[in-house]
């Protein structure tokens, strides 16, 4: 069946350091990708998605690159700050299923 | 507002008894769902609707029973509640069933503690 890994469980910075989340799915499909975010008391919320190899999804900074080839998507963001402090999931969903299926969620702490 | 309502928001219940989670959409979209947020299993899909007709299970106990009376009303009924259930569910919507390009919108979460 499909599923995403995410390799990191916790990841704690400081404001204005780079952000990198690694992402890899498997799918026997060509799955549609994301990235959800959560805030505390709150559901997951879409942060974006991509549809096809080498498309870029973006939003509020951060970016992924649907790569095909590597079968990844990983989250970036040039400099985070103490507002992006949440739980990210990265999911997908391959075509013909409404099911989404999410990886593990990394949560990301900003120190001040 | 919140376009997806889902209450109780907190719960609490005794093993062994039943609770029925509500959920409404007012977003008009097609299907809804219902996910699972535990600390073994940070979302987990539990079930899908379009036009109010089941169209994935993947919850391998009967005990949880989804309830559709309108289009935008996805009910969760949960009996014999056992310790483990406790968990936070997370009603969810898309526009429409099918395709790869849809966007999942949550609730706010029903938060379930089984004593």
């Known amino acids: 069946g499909d599923s995403v890994t995410q390799t990191e469980g916790q990841v704690a910075l400081s404001e204005e350091d780079f952000l990198t989340i690694h992402c890899n799915y498997s799918?026997?499909?060509?799955?549609?990708l994301f990235w959800y975010v959560q805030y505390p008391g709150e559901g997951p919320q879409l942060l974006f998605r991509a549809s096809r190899d080498k498309e870029k999804g973006s939003s509020r900074g951060f970016e992924a690159t649907y790569d095909k080839g590597t079968t990844s998507f990983h989250l970036r963001k040039a400099s985070v700050q103490e507002s992006d402090s949440a739980v990210y999931y990265c999911?997908?969903?391959?075509?013909?299923?409404?099911?989404?299926?999410f990886g593990a969620g990394t949560k990301l702490t900003i120190k001040p | 507002d919140p376009k997806i309502i889902q209450k109780p928001k907190y719960l609490v219940a005794v093993t062994g008894s039943e609770k029925i989670l509500i959920c409404e959409q007012y977003?008009?979209?097609?299907?809804m769902y219902w996910y699972r947020q535990s600390a073994k299993k940070p979302l987990e899909f539990m079930f899908s609707?379009?036009?109010?007709?089941?169209?994935d299970n993947q919850t391998a106990s009967s005990r949880f029973q989804p309830q559709s009376s309108k289009k935008n009303h996805l009910d969760l009924q949960i009996t014999a509640l056992k310790p483990d259930d406790s968990a936070t569910y997370f009603c969810?919507?898309?526009?429409?069933?099918?395709?790869?390009?849809?966007?999942?919108?949550f609730g706010e979460g029903s938060k379930l503690t089984v004593l």
């Open positions: 609707y379009s036009y109010q007709k089941l169209m």
């Open positions: 969810a919507s898309s526009q429409d069933w099918g395709g790869a390009g849809g966007q999942l919108y």
């Open positions: 799918a026997s499909g060509y799955p549609t």
């Open positions: 977003l008009g979209h097609n299907a």
């Open positions: 999911a997908l969903r391959d075509y013909g299923n409404e099911k989404i299926t």
